[in-house]
Every structure is written in structure tokens, then in C-alpha cells.
């Protein structure tokens, strides 16, 4: 991952690459962070997505639909700079990830009371279930890191 971050760098000169807990993309510091301690493929494809997520200079987003389209953008800039480096990823794995969203994004619309899925409100920060009139809130949308692999059931992150 080293060698991939040195020359992401020297193609991006622009990027900023700082060691972390886990793989994101903070737009409100413009870095790339990486997890230090991984290694293997799954290292370097999260890295290439973040990078994705960085080159195409993604802020934030509103609607929770948006977060799946951002997240799928990524992932096509990321296969791009794999093919770039002869690299490839593998597209269970992205196909993984993308669901994980979908399940997030789901699950967030179903309807507590009477489990109809429904559309998020203007707000963005409420839905509204359009049988049962049952109102809801969910956490502000920002970008999150889920990740499928924990047991299915997403973990957040404040960044992407
Ligand atoms: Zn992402
Ligand atoms: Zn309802």
C-alpha cells in the first residue's frame, strides 16, 4: 500500500494523505485517510475509493439516495486508477460495499409503525410514511464509512 500511496501521490500531487484509524475521506480537511496497519488487497481498494472520493472533490450530500450515487461515482473512479496501475478490484467487493448502503438506506425509510417504505422528507432530516402519516427522524445525512463485513449491520463513521 505504500508503494501505491507514493505513487498516487506523484500522479496527484495535489492529494493529502494523512495515517488513521480506518479508510475515509474528509471533505471538511480535504484528506485521505488510511488505515496505517492494513495490508493486503482490500487496503488497496479501500484506498483507490477514497481516492475516487477525493479526485472527484465530493462534499457532502443531502438526500440519503445522493450518499449511494457518490458512493457508486467512487467506486468508478477507483476501478479507473486501479486500471491506471494494474491493478484490479474485485467486483464482489464493490457490489458488497454499494449494498451495504443500500441496506443503510433501506432500512432508514421503512416506516416504524406500519413498515412501509417511504420518502424522505424535504428536510432531509425526517421521513414521512404516506399510509400511516407516522413521522420520523434520522440522524443528519453526512457521509458515512459502513462496512458489511461487521455482522451486516453498518458502522458510521462522521466521515466518508
Ligand atoms: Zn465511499
Ligand atoms: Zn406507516
Known amino acids: 500500500m505504500d508503494k501505491l500511496i507514493k505513487q498516487l501521490q506523484v500522479?496527484?500531487?495535489?492529494?493529502l494523505f494523512t495515517p488513521g484509524r480506518q479508510f475515509a475521506?474528509?471533505?471538511?480537511t480535504?484528506?485521505?485517510i488510511y488505515k496505517s496497519s492494513a495490508t493486503g488487497p482490500k487496503a488497496t481498494w479501500s484506498l483507490l475509493h477514497e481516492t475516487g472520493h477525493a479526485l472527484l472533490k465530493h462534499?457532502?450530500?443531502k438526500a440519503d439516495f445522493e450518499l449511494l450515487r457518490l458512493e457508486t461515482e467512487a467506486w468508478q473512479r477507483a476501478r479507473q486508477l486501479a486500471a491506471e496501475s494494474d491493478l484490479s478490484i474485485d467486483e464482489d467487493h464493490i457490489e458488497d460495499c454499494l449494498d451495504t448502503y443500500r441496506d443503510w438506506l433501506y432500512k432508514r425509510s421503512i416506516c416504524p409503525t406500519c413498515t412501509a417504505k417511504c420518502l424522505q422528507q424535504g428536510d432531509f432530516v425526517h421521513y414521512r410514511c404516506f399510509n400511516c402519516h407516522t413521522t420520523w427522524r434520522v440522524t443528519a445525512s453526512r457521509f458515512c464509512r459502513a462496512y458489511?463485513?461487521?455482522?451486516h449491520i453498518p458502522q458510521f463513521s462522521s466521515v466518508l
Open 11 to 15: 500522479d496527484f500531487p495535489a492529494l
Open 25 to 28: 475521506w474528509s471533505p471538511e
Open 148 to 151: 458489511r463485513s461487521t455482522k
Open 59 to 61: 462534499k457532502g450530500y
Open 30 to 32: 480535504d484528506e485521505i
